[in-house]
C-alpha cells in the first residue's frame, strides 16, 4: 500500500518553512531523483529527534508535472487561477515544486531544510522562501483561532488523501492548493473587539460562533467554513500558519484535498457573487499576494519514479 506523506494530515508545529521553487530546463532526471530522496532525510531526522515532529510536504506545480512525471498525471490538475470580483484580487504565480517542512523544534527545522535544500540547490531555483510559526494556541495575527471547527484523526485522511479506487497509480496523494495572505494589522488593531467579531463571527476568547441572531451572514465564520449546512467536512485539510516580520504579516494557507476543485470552490464562495458584495469581511483587511496548485505524490510514487 502506498505510504502518504505525512505532513498532509499532520497535527499543528510550532515553526515552518515554506520553499517555492522554478525548475532548471534539462533537469529533470535529477529532480525525480532527488525528490524522492527527500523522505528518507526527512525520515533520518525525525528517528534522530523524535520529540521535534517533524513532517514535510513535497509538492509538483501542473505546468511541471508532465516533464517530471510524463506516464501519469492527476485528474483535473489545473494551475491556480487568478480571480477577481469587484476590487477583490486572488493573484496566481508559477511555481514549480513547493516544499514545506515543519517541526516542534527550530534547530531542527534548520537542519532539514539545510539538508534538503542542498540536495535540491542544483537542480531548483529559489523564488520564494516564508518562515511561518504557530502563534499562541493556534490563532492567526487577527488573535482569532484559525478554523477552530477543523476535521480531527483518521477524518482528515480520508478529505486529504486519494483513494485507491479513484486514482490507483496516485493513491495516497493530496492535491495542493497555496496562498498567502497580508494583514494590514494597523487597520485591524484600530477595530473593537466587538466590531472583529462581528467580522469573524466568533468570540474571539474561545473560538465559538456568535448566536444566531448576532451572526452576520459574511462573517469569516460562515463565507469560510469548513462544513455545509448540514455539518459535512468539505474535502479540504488546512494545514494554515501565521508568518511575520515588522512591516509585513500574515498567513500562509496550505490546503490539502482528495477533490481537485475543492479548494477553488471554497475560495469562490469566500468572495461571493460579482456585484453583490456578500464576501468574506474579513477580505476588506487582507490581500492575497500570490497563489499556486501543486499536487503531493505519496512517498511510494516519489521513490518509484526516482528508482530508489
Same mark, same amino acid.
Given at each position: 500500500?502506498?505510504?502518504e506523506q505525512l505532513g498532509v494530515c499532520a497535527e499543528p508545529n510550532l515553526h515552518g518553512l515554506l520553499l517555492l521553487m522554478n525548475a532548471l530546463d534539462g533537469h529533470e532526471h535529477h529532480i525525480r531523483r532527488v525528490l524522492g530522496l527527500i523522505p528518507g532525510v526527512i525520515q533520518k531526522?525525525? %528517528?534522530?529527534?523524535s520529540e521535534a515532529n517533524l513532517n514535510a510536504v513535497i509538492a509538483i506545480g501542473p505546468g511541471y508535472w508532465d516533464a517530471l512525471y510524463p506516464a501519469v498525471r492527476p485528474l483535473d490538475f489545473q494551475p491556480f487561477s487568478p480571480l477577481l470580483v469587484d476590487d477583490l484580487a486572488m493573484p496566481a504565480v508559477h511555481y514549480d515544486v513547493l516544499l514545506k517542512i515543519r517541526a516542534d523544534r527550530y534547530d531542527v527545522l534548520h537542519l532539514a531544510i539545510q539538508q534538503c535544500y542542498q540536495q535540491l540547490m542544483p537542480h531548483l531555483e529559489l523564488v520564494e522562501q516564508t518562515h511561518c510559526f504557530r502563534f499562541m494556541d493556534g490563532r492567526d495575527l487577527t488573535g482569532f483561532i484559525d478554523q477552530p471547527q477543523s476535521p480531527r484523526g483518521r477524518k482528515k485522511r480520508e478529505l486529504a488523501l486519494i483513494s485507491e479506487t479513484s486514482q490507483p497509480? +496516485?493513491?495516497q496523494g493530496s492535491y495542493v492548493c497555496y496562498q498567502r495572505?497580508?494583514? %494590514? +494589522?494597523?487597520?485591524?488593531q484600530q477595530l473593537t473587539q466587538q466590531q472583529q467579531e462581528v467580522i469573524i463571527g466568533q468570540r474571539k476568547l474561545d473560538g465559538q460562533h456568535l448566536p444566531m441572531a448576532q451572526l452576520s451572514e459574511q462573517s469569516h465564520a460562515v463565507k469560510a467554513a469548513v462544513t455545509d449546512d448540514f455539518g459535512e467536512f468539505y474535502p479540504l485539510v488546512f494545514q494554515n500558519m501565521p508568518f511575520g516580520q515588522l512591516k509585513v504579516q500574515g498567513l500562509v494557507i496550505l490546503a490539502c484535498s482528495a477533490e481537485p476543485t475543492a479548494y477553488l470552490a471554497w475560495l469562490n464562495r469566500r468572495l461571493?457573487?460579482?456585484g453583490a458584495q456578500n464576501y468574506d469581511l474579513l477580505l476588506d483587511y487582507v490581500q492575497a499576494d500570490s497563489g499556486a496548485a501543486f499536487f503531493a505524490p505519496s512517498i511510494s510514487f516519489l521513490e518509484d519514479q526516482a528508482g530508489l
Open positions: 500500500m502506498a505510504r531526522l525525525t %528517528d534522530q529527534f497509480e +496516485l493513491a495572505y497580508r494583514l %494590514d +494589522l494597523n487597520r485591524w461571493g457573487d460579482s
